[in-house]
């Protein structure tokens, strides 16, 4: 898959996000509050901009919202034909990786899921 795939993992407090495929991003950890809203939304409208981009986003849940996460779907739905994105909730990761219900979701997780469901949702 020649895409550039950027993994955003969502906690209470807290996005860590990475990339993989046609380049690579080393992982970021944000404070997920207001103030880091302007910098993020920034960062990411940047990252769109580039050829190919999809995007993989883990959440606690499929209503979580926080002061970053709103950026990010606010992007993905503005660009949705040139920007598609998929969720997935931390207790899908732990089901299809056999998780303990209360195992900790890490961005290498993440990773290694949207590795697995990227050729798969965007075919």
């Not at 996000?17 to 991003?25: Q, R, S, W």
């Not at 849940?61 to 598609?84: A, G, N, R, V």
């Amino acid at each position: 898959m020649n895409a550039l795939i950027l993994v955003f993992l969502f906690s209470t407090g807290q996005v860590q996000y990475t990339a993989f495929g046609n380049e690579t991003i080393a992982v970021q950890t944000l404070a997920d509050t207001e103030e880091n809203t302007p910098a993020f939304e920034k960062q990411v409208r940047e990252l769109s901009e580039k050829s190919n981009v999809k995007v993989c986003a883990v959440v606690p849940s499929y209503e979580f919202t926080s002061p970053l996460h709103k950026p990010l779907y606010d992007l993905m739905t503005e660009k949705e034909e040139t920007m598609p994105g998929i969720w997935e909730e931390q207790q899908g990761i732990r089901n299809v990786f056999k998780l303990k219900s209360d195992a900790p979701i890490t961005i290498e997780i993440a990773a290694k899921y949207c590795k697995l469901a990227a050729p798969v949702a965007f075919k």
